[in-house]
């Protein structure tokens, strides 16, 4: 089962929209435990040498990315409960993308979608995804096949 506790989002660059931070908020008091980190957005090279700083030597990377794994929320909740006892530290680049040396470094790379996003919206979509994978792992009535 999907422990919250166990997941950290490592994000370049400030929410700066108020209705995405309300979204958000909203999202992390239905993941207790997860835990957020913004880093100072920079250029790729750059913000890559500090995620690898931030990044805890038990964390498993998963950068989300454009070419990474597309799946369903069915099959992200699937993915997630094969993680087990695993801390993920799920990473969101800034602007300009993460490097390619650290989307290379990951252990997985996720897409959320074929579009584009930018950081802010993709951090609220990442943390709604978690939360419809626990609903999932529940059977919870928040996710309707």
């Known amino acids: 089962m999907l422990n919250p506790s166990r997941i950290r989002v490592i994000a370049v660059g400030k929410v700066r929209k108020r209705w995405i ?25 750059r913000e890559a040498e500090a995620i690898l700083a931030e990044l805890r030597p038990e964390e498993r990377l998963v950068a989300l990315c454009e070419e990474g794994d597309l799946l369903g929320s069915q099959a992200l909740a699937e993915q997630l409960q094969g993680t087990g006892s695993e801390r993920l530290a799920f990473v969101i680049g800034g ?10 470094r990951a252990s997985w790379r996720l897409s959320l979608s ?3 996003f ?8 990442l943390l709604e995804q978690l ?10 009535a928040y996710h309707r096949s």
């Open 21 to 45: 931070q309300e979204g958000l908020d909203v999202y992390l008091k239905r993941l207790p435990g997860l835990v957020v980190s913004e880093l100072k957005d920079s250029n790729p090279p």
């Open 95 to 104: 602007a300009d993308g993460l490097d390619p040396a650290l989307k290379a």
């Open 114 to 116: 074929p579009l584009t």
């Open 118 to 125: 930018p950081h802010e919206l993709a951090r609220l979509l």
């Open 131 to 140: 939360y419809r994978a626990l609903s999932i792992q529940q059977g919870g």
